[in-house]
């Protein structure tokens, strides 16, 4: 009988390790997901300031920042016919 007992406290506890590495695996999984290259998760395509040059914007297309900028415009939208 103590045999039984000690096979069935063995399984919970394999039980228990395999959920701990299963919700590590998830873990890095999401992690790894996120975008390369300065990419930002969430953002809407559309003009936004420049991140290096303070007189600047510069077009972000949901992805990444794309080599296109124009002068940095206070009030209004210029529209992507302003594309340097």
Same mark, same amino acid.
């Given at each position: $009988?103590?045999? &039984?007992? $000690? &096979?069935? /406290?063995? &399984?919970?506890? &394999?039980?228990?390790?395999?959920?701990?590495?299963?919700?590590?695996? /998830?873990? /890095?999984? #999401?992690?790894?997901?996120?975008?390369?290259?300065?990419?930002?998760?969430?953002?809407?395509?559309?003009?936004?300031?420049?991140?290096?040059?303070?007189?600047?914007?510069?077009? @972000?297309?949901?992805? %990444?920042?794309? %080599?296109?900028? #124009?002068? #940095?415009?206070?009030?209004?939208? $210029?529209?992507?016919? @302003?594309? %340097?």
């Amino acid at each position: $009988m103590s045999i &039984l007992l $000690m &096979l069935v /406290v063995l &399984l919970a506890l &394999l039980g228990v390790l395999a959920a701990g590495i299963a919700g590590i695996v /998830v873990l /890095v999984s #999401r992690n790894s997901k996120r975008p390369a290259g300065g990419g930002v998760q969430g953002v809407v395509g559309g003009w936004y300031p420049d991140p290096q040059d303070p007189a600047a914007d510069r077009y @972000h297309d949901g992805q %990444t920042w794309t %080599t296109h900028t #124009r002068p #940095r415009v206070i009030d209004g939208d $210029m529209g992507p016919d @302003h594309l %340097t």
